[in-house]
Each structure stands twice: as C-alpha cells, then as structure tokens.
C-alpha cells in the first residue's frame, strides 16, 4: 500500500483549474478543453483509489471515462464547427437565445 | 259550459297565431266571430243563472298543482260579479273587434294583431273566472303579455316599443305585490282559494290582513294604473286605437278593480289597507283629471282620464260594503262610455289621416268636425255626457252614488272626488270643443270623412249603452244581485238626504263646464300649443312630473346600485378567482428570469448544487 495523496492533490488542483475555466472562459474551445480537464483529473483520481485499494475497479472506470469523452469531443467539436459556421464566433455568451 | 267562454277566444289566439299566413285572409272574421260566441255563452249563462236560486258554482277543471300542503285545481269560479264582467268584457270586446275590421283594415299584420285581441280578452276572462288567487294571477300575467304586444304593435316605432316596455316594467313591479300576497294567502290559510280565505279572515290577525291587502293594493296599482305606478298609462298610448279602447274599458285596468272587490272579504277585515285604498284613489283620481287638462293629444286626454275614473271605482272600493257594488256599476258604465270615446277618437283619428297616412291626434289641428263626422260626434257626444255625469246618462247614476258614499264616509273625501267630478267636466268638455265645435283648423291635405259602417256601428251600439246604463241601478238593482258577493251595505246613517249629493255633483259639474267654455269655447284655439303658460299648466303638461319623480326616487338609484353591485363582482368575486393565478403568473415572471442563456450561468448552477449535496452529505456522515 503506498501513499496517494500526492495524486489526489494534483487531481483536485486539475478539477479546479477546469471548473474555473468553464466557468469563466467564453472561448467554445477553452470551455471544452477545460471539460476534459476535469474529466482527466477524475480519471487520475480513479487510477489513484484503485491503486489504494489494490483491484482493478477505478481502472475499468477509468476507461470508460475515457470512451465517454472521445465520443463527447466529436459530438461537441461538431456544434461548435456549426455554431462557428452560423455566428462567425465560438463564444458561448453570443449563443444564447434559447431563454425566456 | 263555463270553460268554453275562456276557451274561444283562446282557440282564436291559437288558430291566428300558430296557423301563420294561412289565416291571413279569414283570420280576423274569427277572431271576431270567437268573443262574439263568448259573449253568446255569457248572456245565456247570465238569462240561465238570473233564475237560479245558488247562483255561484265552482267548476273543477283538473288538479294543476299538487306539492306537498299546496293544492291547486284549475277551478272556474261563475258568481254574480264574473258574469257582469263576463259580460262586459266579451259584450265591449266584441264590439271592439268589429271597429278594429274597419280600422285596421289595411294594415299588413292585422291577422297578429286579431290574434293578440283574442288573447287579451281570453286572458281576461281567465282573471274574473278565477276561483282561487293563482290562476287569477295566470290571467293577471295573461293580460299582462297581451297589453305588452299590443301596445308595441306598432314595433318599428321606437316610441311604440318604448312605451310596451315601460308598461311591462311598471305592471311587474305591481304582480311582485300580487305574487307575495298569494304567498302570504297561502302562508296563512294554506290555501289560494276564494273560498278558503274569505272563511278564514275572520280567524286571522288584524296586521297580517292589513299587509294582505295593502299587498294586494300595490298589485292592483300597477294594473289598474293607479298612483304610484301610474306612468306606463300614457305611454300606453302608443298603441293602436282599440287597444286603447280594449285596455281601458273592458280589459287590463279594471283587473285591479276587480281584485280589490273580489278581495273584498280581506278589505272589510283591514280597515288600515281600505284607508290606504282611499288615499291611492283619490289622488289618483284628481292626479289624472288634472292630467288630462293639459294634454292636446285627444287620446292621452282620455288616458288621463280613465286614470281618474278608475280612481273613482278604487274610491268606491276603498269605502267598504257600501262601495263594492258601485265600484262594479261605475266600472260597467265607464267601461260603456270610455270604450266609445276612444274607438270615436279612434274614428277621429282616422278621418283626420293626413297625406302621410298617420292619423292626426293633435286636437289643435281639430274642430269643426260635427258637421264632417256627424255619426262620430252624436255617439261621441253621448259618451261625453255620460262621463260629465249630465243628469240621466249612465255616468250620472254611478259617479253620483260614489260620491254620496264618499260622502258618507268623510266629508273631505267627498269633497275631493267633486272636485274631480269638476276637473272631469272642464276636461271633457275642452275635449269636445276643440274637436267639435269652433273653426276648421284642419291642417293642408287632410280630408275629414264620416268612418265606414263597420267602425259606426259599434260606436251606436257603445252610446246606446253609455245611455242605458244607468238602468242597472233600477230598484237598486244591481246592490242586490252583487249582495251575495261583496255583503249587503250598511243602513244610511247620515243625515244628509239622497239629492243633496246629485245636486251638488250637478253644480259643480256645471261650473266645469262653465269654465270650459269660458277659457276654451269662447275664444280661437291656437293652432300650436302656447309656450308662455303658468306654471300649473306646465307642470300638468309634463304628467305631474310622473316621469321624472320615478327616474329620481327608483331609476337612478337603481342604476347606482347596479354599478356598486357590478364592481363588488368584478373586483371582489372575480378577483378572487383570478387573483391566485395571477399571482401565480407574476411569480412565474420573476423566476423564468433564470432561464438567461448563458452555459456558464448553468454551470455555476451545476456547481452550486453539487457542493450543496456533497456539504449535505457532509453534515450527514459527520460522525
């Protein structure tokens, strides 16, 4: 059993630095590299408590992170590439019209 | 046998009305023949009972109500007093319905309006024939309709319309008073019928019957149009001719009459209601006599003057047991001379049609017209007579025996009826000159010419009538058949003898006349009415100010409490019902501001609400 604390922290500091960015970031392409941040620091969190534990779980988990967020980024490139085509911008503040 | 006398006119109303343009043609020779053969029934009933020793009979027709204590059988009452007004009301309205073949000859719509005359007089006959308070009431709504139709015949005059209306109002205002005293009836007796109250009134309280009959004092008001809802009589005017004729004389407002001397067993128990009846007629009467002074309309002249009859015949109601037989023989006379003048005016009216084709009511553009219209002038001259009161005619015998029991009963009563007997002469006879005497004032155009036969013919018959009718006092007569009804008079106990009363009527009927010569007969008439008049004479042209005291006193405030009533509904009733979706709606409207658009405000959302579940997962596990 070995210490994995120093992997949560780096986890957690990543986690934060992607959910700052998405929330604070316009630029469509940020937003969306800081959501795989985010993503990636669960996933080192994950390998981490597997590790801890000493199975395979988090790591099984890990992967399927992994296949999720692959097909996350064609689907969410794609409506980024249309609204850019529309608007002449990736920033997600001009893309809101569907509100009250 | 007695059914039948209801049912003719009624089949008549029904063949006109429902059988439509098929009847056009032969449609009012029905309508005429149907009351005829009514008044056929009544005289024979009349010859048939006048022998008979129990002469009222009650007719069970069917059961029409039977809930629960209220029994009521649709039951015909034949007494003495419904077949005078039997007689009266087919015999007059037969003759009416002959004059109406003359003078609505050529309107388009006559067959409706024979249909409407049937049903008037069936409704009639339904009210004199009832035997208990609620088919009365049946008839009492009957006649009610009817006048309505009839005085809006004419229904692309708004006038016309207007006028129907404002009779339909003010009469329901009256059946309100009507329809509690039935309620009270059968509260009290637990029953409507005839019978049943006149046993019980003797066991009932003082009180109870004093608001009984001043219940059914404010019913006979609005029917009979006695003061305070006198109004819609005037206006009534708007209708044709005969209806007028139909709805003064033989219809329509002797109904009130009628209740108050059929009701008699409640008046004589409540001497408070009598009082008040006293007061109601005698007003009314002098109110409608002065009316009638002012007016240059022939026909709203004779309005007002029915107004002041019926007030006599109210008076002689009023007075008790030595009225009651009285006011039935003045209603029969007057029901004679009234009907004449008006289907003569009516005769008038339609030689003195204009190139328009509208006949001319305007007695200005009148006199001279004896010698064009000489069978219109003798028979109405007549009817003149009779209701001056000139010594032998009809209206003499009645008028005179009404005052001398008003004299009987106060002496300030009887004061106030000679005076109307006074205004009655002056207003009558100004009638007659300005009609009849004087220069020709004829307006350009206008032809005056003797009425066909048709129309002639009735008028004869109504003058011989308005004559002879004095004849039913012979040998106090009429007193004793109607004993059995109303109760025998009380013994005279003042002093005063028999002729004092006649010749007193005399004098002063003569000083009207007098006087009517002097201001009318004596000096040309104006060819349009003078606008630079004393006061009084104002005051009388604008009907007393009828009108206006009722626009004041109920319409106004009526509408005011309309408004209050309309806004407490829609802003207290309504707005409780819409004030919780509309708060609803508001708060909705605050919150959808949320809603922005903006990822980045969602997300923060997201974040938000996952550290709270993560905190409160916290707070939870804290061991």
Known sequence: MSDVTPYLVLSAILFTIG????????????????????????????????????????????????????AEVVIGLAIIMTIFRTRRSASVDEASLLKW | MVPWVIGLPLIGAAVLLVGGRHTDRWGPYLA?????????????????ELGAHDKSHVSHLYTWIDAGRLHVGADLLYDQLSSLFL????????????????????????????????????????????????????????????????????????????????????????????S???????????????????????????????????????????????????????????????????????????????????SNFVLDVAPGARTAVVVVAVVTLLWGA?????????????????????????????????????????LLTHGFFKANMFLGAGSVMHGMTGPDGEGDVDMRHYGALRTAMPVTFLTFAMGYLAIIGFPGFSGFWSKDKIIDAALHEHWYVGALALLGAGITAFYMTRLMLMTFFGERRWLDGVHPHESPKVMTGPLVALAALSVLGGLLLLGSWIQDYLEPVVGAPPEDSSGLPAWFASVLTVLVVACGVALAWLLVGRRPVAATSPQQVAWPVTVARHDLYGDAINDTMVV???????????????YGVDGVLTGGPFAVGAL?????????????????????????IVLALMVVNWQ
């Not at chain 2, 005429?32 to 048939?48: A, D, E, K, M």
């Not at chain 2, 409207?589 to 996952?610: E, H, I, P």
């Open chain 1, 19 to 70: 959910c700052t960015g998405v929330l604070i970031r316009r630029n469509a392409i940020v937003v969306f590299m800081c959501v795989e941040l985010m993503l990636n620091a669960a996933n080192l969190a994950l390998v981490a408590f597997s590790r801890q534990h000493g199975n395979l779980d988090g790591q099984v988990a890990a992967f399927f992170v992994m296949v999720v967020a692959a």
């Open chain 2, 32 to 48: 005429t023949l149907l009351p005829g053969l009514s008044f056929l029934l009544s005289v024979i009933l009349f010859l048939h």
């Open chain 2, 87 to 178: 007689l009266l009301i087919t015999g007059v309205g037969t003759l009416i319905h002959v004059y109406s073949l003359g003078y609505m000859a050529h309107d388009p719509r006559r067959r409706r309006f024979f249909g409407y005359l049937n049903l008037f007089v069936a409704a009639m006959l339904t009210l004199v024939l009832a035997e208990n308070y609620l088919v009365l009431f049946l008839g009492w709504e009957g006649v009610g309709l009817a006048s309505y139709l009839l005085i809006g015949f004419w229904q692309h005059k708004p006038s016309a319309a207007a006028a129907a209306k404002k009779a339909f109002v003010m009469n329901r205002v009256g059946d309100m008073g009507l």
């Open chain 2, 180 to 262: 509690l005293a039935i309620a009270l009836c059968f509260v009290t007796f637990g029953s409507t019928s005839f019978a049943v109250v006149s046993h019980g009134v003797a066991h009932a309280s003082e009180e109870r019957m004093t608001i009984l009959g001043l219940l059914l004092l404010l019913g006979a008001c609005g029917k009979s149009a006695q003061l305070p809802l006198q109004a819609w009589l005037l206006d009534a005017m708007e209708g044709p001719t005969p209806v007028s004729a139909l709805i003064h004389a033989a219809t329509m407002v002797t109904a009130g009459v009628y209740l108050m001397v059929r």
């Open chain 2, 290 to 330: 002065i009316i009638g002074c002012a007016k240059d309309d022939i026909k709203k002249v004779l309005a007002g003057s029915t107004m002041s009859q019926i007030g006599y015949m109210m008076l002689a109601a009023g007075l008790g047991p030595a009225g009651y037989a009285f006011a039935i023989f003045h």
């Open chain 2, 556 to 570: 106004a405030p009526g509408r005011r409490l309309t408004g209050v009533l309309l806004s407490v509904d829609r």
């Open chain 2, 588 to 612: 909705a409207g605050v919150f959808r501001r949320l809603q922005n658009g903006y990822v980045r405000s969602y997300a923060l959302s997201v974040l938000g609400g996952g550290l709270v």
